[in-house]
């Protein structure tokens, strides 16, 4: 496992001499941040070893490195999910490949369904928390002790500094960011109104079918995480309509600008932080 980290890490390092410090994970129809990535170093996941190409529309499957000024950063632009057939541990590969290349920030992205009655779709919610509803864990199986630590606190799994950078990039934007609690589901189908009412009974604000694993993973590496959520639709029995992820990844688009703004601003304050 370890080496296979190895491998894939020297590969892109033959590649590029970005030393990233902030990583980050693109979600649905969220790829057109890649726009902002100065001097970038596109490689698909196709040519690098040991990574596996999503399947799903909307999902490039691309490593970009580069810059946001003078923040050196790591980029997927498209995940793997379980729902896709994949292990968790090969849902977490791409982010421990980041952590192996030094990270030691990483931003998750992703569209969710709102369930807090606050929220519009369109709207970009900072994770506050996750509730892992998977029934899976990405450690389950013999720790291994050059990733992190066999029991994992993970009273801080969304890290205040990155939850502060982007508080104050949202207020210098003129924009108050609101925040929420990710649950974390294994999909493929979108919920049912029952399960909707369950995840807000059990402190739920959004759904999706990400993020999870790979904040698990971080953590369990020693790399503080972040997270956005973009509200692509109201989840399922708030309003009388059906969900469809051709509307999602379109919703998604029409935040692009905000989102894009956002992420690259508290990626600068992130990466200057010591
Ligand atoms: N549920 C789960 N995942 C999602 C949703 C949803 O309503 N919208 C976007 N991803």
Redesign the pocket.
């Known amino acids: 496992m370890y080496e296979k980290l190895e491998q894939s890490a020297k590969y892109i390092q033959s590649l590029s001499s970005t030393s990233p410090k902030v990583g980050v994970v693109l979600g649905?129809g969220l790829g057109a941040f890649v726009d902002k990535i100065e001097n970038p170093k596109v490689i698909p996941y196709s040519e690098v070893p040991n990574f596996k190409s999503p399947n799903v529309e909307g999902h490039e499957g691309r490593l970009i490195l580069g810059n946001i000024e003078e923040v050196e950063i790591a980029v997927l632009q498209g995940r793997i999910h379980a729902y896709e057939g994949y292990s968790m541990e090969e849902v977490v590969f791409s982010t421990r490949v980041l952590a192996t290349l030094g990270i030691e920030n990483l931003i998750l992205t992703?569209?969710?369904?709102g369930i807090n009655l606050d929220y519009n779709p369109g709207d970009i919610i900072l994770i506050d928390d996750h509730i892992n509803l998977t029934g899976r864990n990405p450690l389950i199986g013999p720790n291994k002790s050059e990733l992190g630590p066999r029991f994992p606190d993970m009273s801080h799994a969304y890290h205040p500094d990155i939850k502060k950078a982007f508080l104050e990039s949202a207020r210098d934007m003129g924009s108050n960011l609101k925040s929420g609690v990710y649950a974390g589901?294994l999909?493929p189908t979108?919920?049912t109104p029952s399960e909707i009412k369950m995840l807000r009974i059990l402190g739920a604000d959004m759904?999706?079918?990400s993020t999870v694993p790979e904040s698990i993973a971080a953590n369990h590496f020693g790399v503080k995480v972040g997270g956005l959520s973009c509200i692509?639709?109201m989840?399922?029995g708030i309003k009388d309509e059906t969900?469809k992820h051709e509307d999602?990844k379109e919703q998604a688009l029409k935040v692009m600008n905000f989102f894009s703004s956002l992420l690259a601003d508290a990626i600068k304050k992130i990466g200057s932080e010591d």
């Open positions: 649905s992703n569209a969710a369904g589901l999909g979108y919920e759904v999706g079918m692509t639709n989840a399922a969900l999602i």
